[in-house]
T-cell receptor
Framework: QKEVEQDPGPLSVPEGAIVSLNCTYSNSAFQYFMWYRQYSRKGPELLMYTYSSGNKEDGRFTAQVDKSSKYISLFIRDSQPSDSATYLCAMPFEETSGSRLTFGEGTQLTVNP | KAGVTQTPRYLIKTRGQQVTLSCSPISGHRSVSWYQQTPGQGLQFLFEYFSETQRNKGNFPGRFSGRQFSNSRSEMNVSTLELGDSALYLC?????????????FGPGTRLTVL
């Protein structure tokens, strides 16, 4: 079983729609939660970063964490064609041997004008 | 500030060959991590280097190796290439050695093994 599960999609929505992207995780030691966005032929870039349960807003983006259910979400309001990308959830983790980021598989999103 | 650069951007090799990929981190960053990205598995952690020392290694066979130089530049090497090694190899740098630090990714090297 993967530590982080994410529906790879693809997800296609019309411009202006509300988009919901989700990940579940199994490792209770994960305490920090990140969302990365990856455009075609580019490396991922950090979009949002949250620690506590609850919601965090940044413009049109809202990250939601439910640690009791081991479930995180990213909502995009008023989606734009420029939001078309792959969205990856990621969880940083410190081990005795060092640190690592564990990623979900990524959800490919297309916003149609 | 220049971003993370990776060379080459594209590479085609045949089975059994070996390959070396290069990564130059953002100036001042001392931590470099490598990831393999494939359609079925997503991004998988390969290894992390900080100040020329490998701090952590993912679950990959010994054919995958890496190193970091005193200027923080890093290379990864894959020997005896297999078809399944075809992937996008991403390098990321961060200023410190904590997993919670923001990692800045390069554009990746697309490796195709024939």
């Amino acid at each position: 079983q993967k530590e982080v599960e994410q529906d790879p999609g693809p997800l296609s929505v019309p411009e202006g729609a509300i988009v919901s992207l989700n990940c579940t995780y199994s490792n209770s030691a994960f305490q920090y939660f990140m969302w990365y966005r990856q455009y075609s032929r580019k490396g991922p870039e950090l979009l949002m970063y949250t620690y506590s349960s609850g919601n965090k807003e940044d413009g049109r983006f809202t990250a939601q964490v439910d640690k009791s259910s081991k479930y995180i979400s990213l909502f995009i309001r008023d989606s734009q064609p420029s939001d078309s990308a792959t969205y990856l959830c990621a969880m940083p983790f410190e081990e005795t041997s060092g640190s690592r980021l564990t990623f979900g598989e990524g959800t490919q999103l297309t916003v149609n004008p | 500030k220049a971003g993370v650069t990776q060379t080459p951007r594209y590479l085609i090799k045949t089975r059994g060959q070996q390959v070396t990929l290069s990564c130059s981190p953002i100036s001042g960053h001392r931590s470099v991590s490598w990831y393999q990205q494939t359609p079925g598995q997503g991004l998988q952690f390969l290894f992390e280097y900080f100040s020329e020392t490998q701090r952590n290694k993912g679950n990959f066979p010994g054919r995958f190796s890496g190193r970091q130089f005193s200027n923080s530049r890093s290379e990864m090497n894959v020997s005896t290439l297999e078809l399944g090694d075809s992937a996008l190899y991403l390098c990321a740098s961060s200023s410190l050695d904590r997993a919670t630090d923001t990692q800045y990714f390069g554009p990746g090297t697309r490796l195709t093994v024939l």
